[in-house]
C-alpha cells in the first residue's frame, strides 16, 4: 500500500488546508496531497485528479460539500470521501452517508486521525467500516439529544451547576431509549443512574427532585408549558420524577 493514496483535501480554511497538507506529507502511505478551496474547484479537482480520497468540508462556498459529493459518485466513482466538518446534527450526518461518504469526523480532528481514517479505508473489512459509521452516527445524536434537553432545562429554570441537572439528563436520555424504564424508576433507574456518577439510588431520587423543586420555584410555570406547546401545570402542582421524566421523553420521541 506504500506510497499508493492520493488525497484531495478542500476547505473553506486555507491555513488549515496548509497545516494539514504538510502534515499529511509526512506519511509514507501517501503518494501525494492537493487541496482545494470552494465547490467548482473541488469537483474540478477530483475530475481531473482522480485522488484516491477526497477529505472535504460540506460547508463549501459556490457548490456546497453534498452537492459535490453527490455529482463527482456520478462521474468520477473511484474517489472515497471522508467529510470533516463542525456540523454535527444527525440530520447532516445522515445526509452524507446516504450520499455513500465512508466516514464523517467532527472538527477538529488531528491530522493523525485524519491520517488513520484514510489508511482504514483501504485496508479495513466492509463490516469494520459499518460499525465505524454506525458509533459516528451514533455520536452524533447523543450529542444533538443532550442539546435539545439542555435547551429544556434552560428554559425551565433548571440551572446547571446542580447535580440533579446531569441525574435528570442522564433519566430523560435513558427513557428515550427505553421508555418502559419509567415504569421501573425505583428499581432500575435510579440504580443505574447511579452506577454511572457512583453514587447511591436515594440520591439520584433526592437530587432529581431538587432538581424539579428548584424550578417550580422559580415560578416559571409558563415557560414549562410552553415548552410542551399545552397547559400542562399551575402554579400548584408538580410532577413526580417520573412524571416529568417520562414527559420530557415523551416530547423528544414525539420531535424525532
Request: proline residues 2%.
Amino acid at each position: 500500500m506504500k506510497k499508493e493514496i492520493t488525497i484531495l483535501l478542500a476547505d473553506e480554511n486555507k491555513e488549515l488546508l496548509q497545516k494539514l497538507k504538510a502534515a499529511l506529507e509526512k506519511n509514507d502511505n501517501f503518494k501525494w496531497v492537493e487541496i482545494a478551496t470552494g465547490g467548482e474547484e473541488t469537483l474540478s479537482k477530483i475530475e481531473s485528479l482522480k485522488p484516491s480520497v477526497v477529505v472535504m468540508d460540506v460547508i463549501l462556498s459556490g457548490i456546497d460539500g453534498y452537492a459535490v459529493i453527490e455529482e463527482a459518485k456520478k462521474k468520477f466513482a473511484k474517489s472515497r470521501f471522508i467529510v470533516v466538518s463542525s456540523l454535527s446534527s444527525e440530520t447532516f450526518v445522515a445526509k452524507a452517508m446516504n450520499l455513500g461518504v465512508d466516514y464523517y469526523m467532527l472538527k477538529p480532528a488531528s491530522a493523525e486521525l485524519i491520517a488513520k481514517r484514510i489508511i482504514e479505508l483501504f485496508t479495513v473489512t466492509t463490516a469494520e467500516v459499518k460499525t465505524e459509521i454506525a458509533d459516528t452516527k451514533k455520536t452524533a445524536r447523543n450529542k444533538l439529544l443532550e442539546e435539545k434537553i439542555t435547551n429544556i432545562f434552560i428554559t425551565v429554570g433548571i440551572p446547571a451547576h446542580i447535580k440533579g441537572y446531569h441525574f435528570l439528563r442522564e433519566a430523560i436520555k435513558m427513557a428515550i431509549e427505553n421508555p418502559e424504564v419509567v415504569n421501573s424508576i425505583t428499581k432500575k433507574l435510579y440504580p443505574s443512574i447511579a452506577e454511572r456518577f457512583d453514587t447511591s439510588a436515594s440520591k439520584v431520587e433526592r437530587a432529581i427532585r431538587h432538581a424539579i423543586e428548584v424550578a417550580w420555584n422559580r415560578g416559571k410555570i409558563e415557560n414549562i408549558n410552553s415548552v410542551f406547546g399545552v397547559k400542562v401545570y399551575s402554579n400548584n402542582e408538580k410532577p413526580t420524577n417520573g412524571e416529568f421524566i417520562a414527559l420530557v421523553a415523551d416530547k423528544m420521541l414525539i420531535e424525532g
